[in-house]
C-alpha cells in the first residue's frame, strides 16, 4: 500500500511537470486554435495592464473607483483633480466581485483611499467571471489570492491560463512589455481612466430581463462590504447612468435598488437624472460629454456627502 | 534442401500475413460501409420533412463534393478530422479490449509510459470543451 501511494505521488509529480513544461512550449509555438483552454491575452481591451503597473506608483489616494468597464471609462480623474481629489481607478472589464476582491486585497492598504466608490450595475452579479480573471491573471503578478481566485471559479482555462501565466513571471518575459497607451480608439489617461474617441450611440430594440444575483458573486460582494466597514472607509454605491431602453430592459430595478441600499450609501444615476442617448457611444458606456456631466453630477454629490 | 524447406515456410508466412491483411480490408470496408448507410438514414430522421430530406441528399451529390469548402471555423473542423482519425487508429488497435487504451505501453518502460499517461492528462486540460459563454465583453 505503502508503495503504490508513493508511486501514485511521484506519478502526480511527474504528470504535473510534464503538463507544466508541455503547456510553456505548447503556448509558446502553436497556433490559437491548438490552444483552446488557454486565453493568456496581456494588453488586451481596458488597458489593465498599463493601470496595474501605474497603481504600484500610487499612494494615499482621496477617492479609489472599483468597478466593470462603466467604471474605467466613466470616472475621469483629470476631472476629480480639478476639484481637488487625487483618485485613482481600479476598474477592468467585466468585474465581478471576485475579482474587486483580488485587487482590493492587493492594493487596498497601499492606496489608503479616504472614500471608495463602487460602480454597481445588475451585470456585475450576472457575469461568469472567467473573462475578467483571464485579465487580471494575465496582466497583473500572480500569488495566492490569484490562486483563490480560480479554485473559486474552477473552470479549465483559468487553470491553465494561470499555469502558463506564472511560468512567465518565473522567466520574466513581461518585464519589458509596455502596452500601448493609445489603441483603437482607445486612450489611456493616468489615474486609471481610459477616454474613448467621441462616438454617438444610436438606440436599438433590447431584449427586456430580470435582474438575478448570483449568489457567489453576492457572497463576495458581502465580503467586500464587510471589509471596507471594518476598515472605517467610507463606501459609496454608484450605478452610473445607462440609456434609456437599457436601463429599462430590466423590470426589476426597484429590488436591485433595494438590495444595493441595504449594504451601503447608494445612487442611482439613472433615477437622479435623465441621460438621452446622444450621452453615450453604446449600449452601456458613456461617450466623454456623458462622462463629463457624470462627473460633475457625482460631484455635487460627494460635495453634499461632506458638508 | 534447405533452400526449398525455406521457401515453402517464407510461402506460408507470407500467405498469412496476406491473409491477415486482406482480412482486416475486408472488416475495415464493412464497418466503413455500416457506418456510411447508417449516417445516410439519420438524413431522414433529423429532416423536417421527405423533401428536406431529399433536397439535403442531392446538396451532398451535387459537384461541390469535390470542391473545398469555405466555411467559418474550416481549420477547426480539419483539426477535429485529425483527431477522428487518432481515435480511429486507437480505437481499432485496442477493439478487443475493454477499453481502446487499456493495454497500451503495458511492456514499455516506465519512463515512456508515464509520459505517454502525462500526454493524456495534457491534451484532456487542453482541449476538453468548457461551458463558459463567449467572451463578448472583452470588445469594450
Redo the contacts between chains.
Keep these: 500500500m505503502r508503495k503504490l501511494t508513493f508511486r501514485l505521488l511521484l506519478?502526480i509529480l511527474?504528470?504535473f511537470s510534464?503538463?507544466v513544461v508541455?503547456?510553456f512550449f505548447?503556448a509558446q509555438f502553436s497556433s490559437s486554435?491548438?490552444?483552446?483552454?488557454?486565453?493568456f491575452?496581456i494588453g488586451?481591451?481596458?488597458h489593465l495592464n498599463t493601470r496595474l503597473k501605474e497603481v504600484k506608483q500610487y499612494k494615499n489616494v482621496d477617492i479609489l473607483f472599483l468597478g466593470t468597464?462603466r467604471a474605467y471609462?466613466g470616472f475621469d480623474p483629470r476631472i476629480f483633480s480639478n476639484q481637488g481629489y487625487k483618485t485613482f481607478n481600479l476598474g477592468s472589464?467585466?468585474q465581478t466581485p471576485i475579482q474587486t476582491k483580488v485587487l482590493l486585497q492587493r492594493y487596498l492598504n497601499r492606496l489608503n483611499p479616504k472614500i471608495i466608490i463602487y460602480e454597481v450595475y445588475p451585470s456585475t452579479f450576472e457575469?461568469?467571471g472567467?473573462?475578467s480573471s483571464l485579465?487580471l491573471i494575465s496582466n497583473d503578478k500572480n500569488d495566492f489570492n490569484s490562486l483563490k481566485m480560480i479554485f473559486k471559479l474552477n473552470?479549465?482555462?483559468l487553470?491553465?491560463t494561470f499555469i502558463y501565466s506564472f511560468t512567465r513571471e518565473l522567466f520574466k518575459l513581461d518585464e519589458r512589455y509596455h502596452e500601448p497607451i493609445k489603441k483603437n480608439n482607445d486612450y489611456y489617461i493616468n489615474g486609471g481612466f481610459v477616454e474613448k474617441k467621441m462616438a454617438y450611440y444610436k438606440s436599438n430594440f433590447i431584449e427586456k430581463k430580470i435582474i438575478k444575483f448570483n449568489k457567489v458573486l453576492l457572497k463576495s460582494f458581502e465580503e467586500i462590504i464587510i471589509e471596507i466597514q471594518k476598515r472605517n472607509i467610507p463606501l459609496i454605491l454608484v450605478y452610473a447612468p445607462l440609456p434609456f431602453n437599457s436601463y429599462e430592459r430590466y423590470s426589476n430595478n426597484d429590488y436591485f435598488d433595494f438590495m444595493m441600499k441595504s449594504y451601503s450609501k447608494y445612487y442611482n444615476f439613472n433615477k437622479i437624472k435623465p441621460y438621452n442617448d446622444s450621452l453615450f457611444y453604446?449600449s452601456?458606456?458613456l461617450n466623454q460629454n456623458g462622462v463629463k456631466k457624470f462627473n460633475f453630477n457625482l460631484l455635487k454629490v460627494l460635495n453634499t456627502e461632506d458638508k | 534442401m534447405l533452400y526449398l524447406f525455406l521457401i515453402s515456410k517464407l510461402k506460408v508466412t507470407f500467405n498469412k500475413i496476406q491473409n491477415n491483411f486482406l482480412l482486416k480490408v475486408k472488416e475495415a470496408l464493412s464497418i466503413s460501409f455500416t457506418f456510411t448507410i447508417i449516417s445516410f438514414t439519420w438524413i431522414f430522421f433529423r429532416s423536417d420533412s421527405l423533401t428536406h430530406a431529399i433536397q439535403f441528399i442531392s446538396g451532398i451529390l451535387s459537384f461541390s463534393l469535390f470542391t473545398v469548402p469555405v466555411f467559418d471555423g474550416f481549420n477547426k473542423s480539419l483539426l477535429i478530422l485529425l483527431f477522428i482519425i487518432i481515435f480511429t487508429i486507437i480505437e481499432w488497435n485496442g477493439k478487443k479490449y475493454k477499453y481502446a487504451i487499456e493495454k497500451t505501453g503495458e511492456k514499455w518502460p516506465r519512463l515512456f509510459r508515464w509520459s505517454f499517461y502525462s500526454m493524456l492528462i495534457y491534451i484532456i486540460g487542453m482541449f476538453t470543451p468548457s461551458n463558459e459563454l463567449p467572451f463578448i465583453y472583452f470588445q469594450f
Design positions: 506519478f511527474f504528470s510534464i503538463y508541455n503547456l505548447w486554435i491548438l490552444k483552446p483552454n488557454l486565453n491575452i488586451n481591451f481596458g468597464s471609462r472589464s467585466a457575469f461568469e472567467y473573462e485579465d473552470n479549465i482555462k487553470y491553465n453604446d452601456e458606456h
